[in-house]
């Protein structure tokens, strides 16, 4: 049937018709594949949630803010941290010494790394190929090769670490000391330390500015959060906050740092032009970790009693949205990403039709053949009286 139809059509219509016709075709097929690429470019971003309690990692669909999947994980998952490319999750098990390497393409564990002892916080470089993971029993960092899920270093540094981060250029890892009230700065070339800097009581969460200038440091013991100039690592401002902070996170402008304070079920709003407090923000019981969106539109912090992750639009500093996770939520880190979009989007016609890219269906096909058809039949009826 499909061969008498385009026998017949070839009969019917002019050659230039049929031009237009594979031209029309080939459109919609780019149409398809724009569509699809675009869904792919501007998909929302995913959260990977550690839960301490359950021992394993709720994954929410920032677009929809529902969790679409589970992960078994080690015991205890504190620290969190996705790789630039949104391919990978590094969860720190703090009661089984490693690290669990998960795949988020099918959101299962495909590797496990031993570290030091009790990992907390861990961070990834900004080109994916390092991971460090600080362990508090062992007063280490551990440096994972990505390429081989391997420890290629250990760095000793303050008494119990916590926190880390990385800073944009992939130069220079800060790490929390908590015992000792202070920040290692690591040189990531040699993996050794080259600054200390005495900060406030029980540091816990770091972060760095995109500008790379400065670091901001929550201070569970004093109730506040420390600035440091990373050209001269020294504190520059001391900003008081909620009780008993916790995480930190910066926003992709640098222009507000967001601190969750555990004590006082609360989230601070830091403006870093003048480091001060220019919101507060309540969510749920006991909130821990913190991070910002890519497009820095939403704040999502994790509260470990309520096991719920409250979602906070960053236009009106209000929460739009609480989700419910596993035990004990920790999300200690960096732990909202996803795939980068495409460098460029394809805008010449193709001239095959690849078999990944869906096509047309037949009677989609043979509708629009028939359209064509009908218009090449006008004037063949006038230079022929007999027709297919």
Same mark, same amino acid.
């Given at each position: 049937?499909?061969?008498?139809?385009?026998?017949?059509?070839?009969?019917?219509?002019?050659?230039?018709?049929?031009?237009?016709?594979?031209?029309?075709?080939?459109?919609?097929?780019?149409?398809?594949?724009?569509?699809?690429?675009?869904?792919?470019?501007?998909?929302?971003?995913?959260?990977?949630?550690?839960?301490?309690?359950?021992?394993?990692?709720?994954?929410?669909?920032?677009?929809?803010?529902?969790?679409?999947?589970?992960?078994?994980?080690?015991?205890?998952?504190?620290?969190?941290?996705?790789?630039?490319?949104?391919?990978?999750?590094?969860?720190?098990?703090?009661?089984?010494?490693?690290?669990?390497?998960?795949?988020?393409?099918?959101?299962?564990?495909?590797?496990?790394?031993?570290?030091?002892?009790?990992?907390?916080?861990?961070?990834?470089?900004?080109?994916?190929?390092?991971?460090?993971?600080?362990?508090?029993?062992?007063?280490?960092?551990?440096?994972?090769?990505?390429?081989?899920?391997?420890?290629?270093?250990?760095?000793?540094?303050?008494?119990?670490?916590?926190?880390?981060?990385?800073?944009?250029?992939?130069?220079?890892?800060?790490?929390?000391?908590?015992?000792?009230?202070?920040?290692?700065?690591?040189?990531?070339?040699?993996?050794?330390?080259?600054?200390?800097?005495?900060?406030?009581?029980?540091?816990?969460?770091?972060?760095?500015?995109?500008? !790379?200038?400065?670091?901001?440091?929550?201070?569970?013991?004093?109730?506040?959060?420390?600035?440091?100039?990373?050209?001269?690592?020294?504190?520059?401002?001391?900003?008081?906050?909620?009780?008993?902070?916790?995480?930190?996170?910066?926003?992709?402008?640098?222009?507000?740092?967001?601190?969750?304070?555990?004590?006082?079920?609360?989230?601070?709003?830091?403006?870093?032009?003048?480091?001060?407090?220019?919101?507060?923000?309540?969510?749920?019981?006991?909130?821990?970790?913190?991070?910002?969106?890519?497009?820095?539109?939403?704040?999502?912090?994790?509260?470990?009693?309520?096991?719920?992750?409250?979602?906070?639009?960053?236009?009106?500093?209000?929460?739009?949205?609480?989700? !419910?996770?596993?035990?004990?939520?920790?999300?200690?880190?960096?732990?909202?990403?996803?795939?980068?979009?495409?460098?460029?989007?394809?805008?010449?016609?193709?001239?095959?039709?690849?078999?990944?890219?869906?096509?047309?269906?037949?009677?989609?096909?043979?509708?629009?053949?028939?359209?064509?058809?009908?218009?090449?039949?006008?004037?063949?009826?006038?230079?022929?009286?007999?027709?297919?």
């Amino acid at each position: 049937m499909d061969f008498i139809f385009k026998e017949c059509m070839r009969q019917l219509v002019p050659l230039q018709y049929w031009v237009v016709l594979n031209r029309l075709i080939r459109a919609s097929l780019v149409g398809v594949l724009l569509a699809a690429l675009g869904g792919a470019a501007y998909a929302a971003p995913f959260a990977y949630i550690s839960n301490f309690g359950s021992n394993d990692v709720s994954v929410i669909d920032t677009s929809t803010n529902i969790v679409v999947a589970t992960v078994p994980v080690g015991i205890r998952p504190v620290g969190v941290a996705v790789n630039p490319a949104g391919s990978r999750v590094y969860v720190t098990n703090n009661d089984s010494d490693n690290v669990s390497v998960i795949d988020t393409s099918a959101n299962t564990v495909v590797a496990t790394v031993g570290v030091g002892s009790s990992p907390f916080g861990v961070a990834v470089n900004p080109a994916g190929t390092r991971v460090y993971a600080a362990s508090r029993g062992s007063s280490t960092v551990s440096v994972i090769d990505t390429s081989t899920n391997t420890v290629v270093a250990t760095v000793g540094v303050g008494d119990f670490p916590t926190g880390v981060a990385v800073n944009p250029a992939g130069t220079r890892v800060y790490v929390t000391n908590n015992d000792s009230g202070n920040v290692s700065v690591i040189d990531t070339s040699t993996n050794t330390v080259v600054a200390t800097v005495g900060v406030g009581d029980f540091p816990y969460g770091v972060a760095v500015n995109p500008a !790379g200038t400065r670091v901001y440091v929550t201070n569970n013991g004093s109730d506040n959060v420390s600035v440091i100039d990373t050209s001269t690592n020294t504190v520059v401002a001391t900003v008081g906050v909620g009780d008993s902070p916790f995480g930190v996170a910066v926003n992709p402008a640098g222009a507000r740092v967001y601190a969750a304070s555990s004590g006082s079920d609360n989230v601070s709003v830091i403006d870093t032009s003048t480091n001060t407090v220019v919101a507060t923000v309540g969510v749920g019981g006991q909130p821990l970790g913190v991070t910002v969106n890519p497009a820095g539109t939403r704040v999502y912090v994790a509260n470990a009693n309520p096991n719920t992750v409250s979602v906070i639009d960053t236009s009106t500093n209000t929460v739009v949205a609480t989700v !419910g996770v596993g035990s004990a939520p920790f999300a200690f880190g960096q732990f909202v990403g996803g795939p980068n979009p495409p460098a460029t989007i394809p805008t010449t016609i193709p001239t095959s039709i690849p078999t990944s890219i869906p096509t047309l269906s037949d009677y989609g096909l043979m509708a629009l053949g028939t359209l064509v058809g009908l218009i090449g039949m006008r004037r063949a009826r006038k230079r022929n009286p007999i027709i297919c």
